[in-house]
């Protein structure tokens, strides 16, 4: 669960070298450096499992997403200029969520918090590869197909925990290591964030 951070590690920053050497808005940069900064920190999280390394995995999900969310309504508008309601609304969204979040250290409320916004960046993605730039609908519905595989197999993982480590102890080391789901969360929700940036 440690190393399969590296596909929110790697990607993204050869991704922000790119927009950077490319001369693109700071946005996409943004987006891949707060995706790095999920993986950093999911990668600190599992590698020590303590309570403060479980917040740099968590609060950066937020705070990526709303970077996502902030791309995404933009991408109609003339180049570098700011949407400077938009930013502070997603600013506001982020430090509520953070302060609030932090005193009731309670997971289902990151959960719905994360899914609201990961629900706006699909009906955004989906209008835009309907309606506007239809040449990409293959790489937006690859990217959410990747990233809801991730999803469910976290839930699965969630869900069926106990069986699937009694299962996993019956099996060779190699299958047992490939039957790791939350691991391919990981790969598959960094996976199809990376394509998601690139959309």
Not at 3 to 19: D, E, K, R
Not at 26 to 54: D, I, N
Not at 86 to 114: A, D, G
Not at 126 to 144: A, Q
């Amino acid at each position: 669960n440690t190393v399969s951070n590296l596909i929110f590690i790697l990607p993204p920053i050869y991704g922000a070298i790119q927009t950077y050497k490319d001369g693109l808005e700071k946005r996409y940069l943004a987006a891949y450096l707060c995706l790095t900064a999920v993986g950093l920190g999911s990668w600190c999280f599992h590698m020590t499992m303590k309570y403060e390394m479980q917040l740099l995995d968590e609060l950066p999900m937020i705070y990526s997403c709303c970077v996502f969310v902030y791309c995404l309504y933009e991408c109609f508008k003339y180049k570098n200029t700011v949407n400077y309601p938009l930013l502070f609304l997603l600013i506001t969204y982020s430090f509520v969520v953070s302060i609030v979040y932090l005193n009731l250290k309670e997971p289902v409320f990151h959960q719905i918090m994360y899914g609201t916004l990961v629900s706006i960046i699909v009906l955004r993605s989906v209008y835009i590869v309907l309606w506007v730039y239809p040449w990409l609908r293959g790489l937006g519905y690859t990217s959410l197909t990747v990233f809801l595989m991730g999803f469910f197999l976290w839930n699965v993982d969630n869900i069926f925990c106990d069986k699937l480590r009694t299962l996993r102890e019956k099996m060779p080391p190699v299958v047992g290591a490939v039957t790791q789901f939350h691991a391919w969360w990981h790969i598959l929700t960094g996976l199809g964030s990376y394509l998601h940036i690139l959309l």
